[in-house]
Each structure stands twice: as structure tokens, then as C-alpha cells.
């Protein structure tokens, strides 16, 4: 995609919601944290079904140790794959407080050595609780950039750096926000609603635009 393509496309999508957000609830950057380990293969609204019964209960990593990992199982148990991220949670609770008394640290790698925790979490942390110019690239955001053209990879990793090189610098804190909500409710996977695309003249997806506005 053309650089101007590109400029304009982030310009429409600021103008439009000009201060995007993730749909997880959360206060603080350890909410945001457990949010997110627990959103693997699980819808936000899922997760913000059981947050909202975890965190008035426990929602430092010292309350979740105290609490234990039976009784977090409890509150995430209508989570998919809760038992495993329960074990998750606990063994990065423990981490925190072990290493890093009790505080998300703003650091890609000790982000990245947490249990449960990966680059596309560490981006999503980095960016929404730090206001780091990150990407994290979810499959809404992989069918987004490679539909219209913006950055066009076979790998999740491939895709990011790409983004990161054509996304100039004032776009670059939101482009997350603004990339997964267009593939989570325009650009969606089976039948994007190109008629509806405040990009949709930028796109470069031409087969299934056309198709979709008939």
C-alpha cells in the first residue's frame, strides 16, 4: 500500500473513533495483564465475565497467590482452557512477586519470561497499559493487513514488523486498537462488510469487496 494510502486510511479510522481502547475491562496494568493471559481463545466479553468476579476478590498478585489456584479456578472456571491458565496465572503472580515486587514491569523481555505470557500479550500490555508504540498482531489484525494490502506477511511476526516499518509514528499508539476493532465487527472473517468499510476504496482486497457489495 502506497504511503498516502496509508496515511489516509489511519486518518479515517482516528477521525471515526479517535480514541480507541482494548474491550477488557480493567484499572490497573496487572488487571490488564490477567485480562489478557486469560483471553486466549476467548471472546473479551467472556473474560470480562470472570474478571468481574475475580478482581473485587483478588487483583494484585499477592491477593491471587493468597487466594490459590483452586479457588481461581472457581472464578475463571467459564473460561476456556481454565485449568491451564489458572497454573499460568499463579506461577506469574509469583514471578511478580518474587522478581518484581509485585509490579508489571515496562520491559519486553522480563514481560516475555512470565509464565503465560507471550510477544503478542507483551505487545498488548506494552501498548495499552504503557502507551508503547506496540503491535500486537491477533488474527483480526493478520486478516486485516493482509485483505487490504497495508502489510502483507505469512507469519504473525512478519506481519508486525511490516506494520511497524509503514505505520507512521502518529498513528503507531492506536493502529492496535483501531486495526482489531475493524477486523472484529467490518472486516470480519467470512463476510467483511465492505459496503459499510470506511476504507473500503483503499483496500486492495478487490475480489471479495466487489463480491460483498452486490
Known amino acids: 500500500m502506497k ?3 496509508v496515511i ?7 477521525e471515526y473513533n479517535p480514541r480507541p481502547t482494548t474491550e477488557l475491562i480493567y484499572t490497573t496494568p496487572f488487571e490488564l495483564l ?10 473479551d466479553v467472556g473474560v470480562n465475565k470472570a474478571t468481574r468476579r475475580l478482581f473485587p476478590v ?5 491477593a491471587i497467590l493468597d487466594l490459590g489456584e483452586a479457588a481461581l479456578k472457581r472464578h475463571i472456571s467459564s473460561i476456556g482452557l481454565f485449568n491451564t491458565k489458572a497454573r499460568n496465572v499463579i506461577a506469574c503472580c509469583r514471578m511478580l512477586v518474587e ?3 509485585g509490579q508489571v514491569p515496562r520491559d519486553r523481555a522480563a514481560l516475555e519470561a512470565l509464565p503465560g505470557v ?11 497499559a504503557f502507551g508503547e508504540p506496540t503491535i500486537a498482531v491477533d488474527t483480526h489484525i493478520f ?21 511497524l516499518k509503514v505505520i ?6 492506536d493502529a492496535h486498537h483501531w486495526l482489531i476493532l475493524h477486523g472484529r465487527y467490518v472486516c470480519i472473517a467470512r463476510k467483511p462488510k465492505c459496503p459499510d468499510c470506511l476504507i473500503r476504496d483503499l483496500c486492495s482486497f478487490r475480489p471479495k469487496t466487489v463480491a460483498a457489495s452486490l
Not at 168 to 173: I, T
Open 143 to 163: 486478516r486485516v493487513a493482509n485483505r487490504t494490502g497495508l502489510a502483507k506477511g505469512k507469519t504473525v511476526r512478519q506481519v508486525e514488523d511490516t506494520l
Open 99 to 101: 522478581h518484581h515486587a
Open 118 to 128: 507471550g510477544r503478542k500479550t507483551a505487545n498488548v500490555v506494552l501498548n495499552t
Open 8 to 14: 489516509e486510511l489511519f486518518t479515517r479510522l482516528r
Open 58 to 62: 483478588a487483583n494484585t498478585p499477592q
Open 3 to 5: 504511503r498516502e494510502h
Open 34 to 43: 490477567i485480562a489478557v493471559i486469560l483471553s486466549a481463545q476467548a471472546t
Open 168 to 173: 507512521p509514528d502518529e498513528f503507531k499508539r
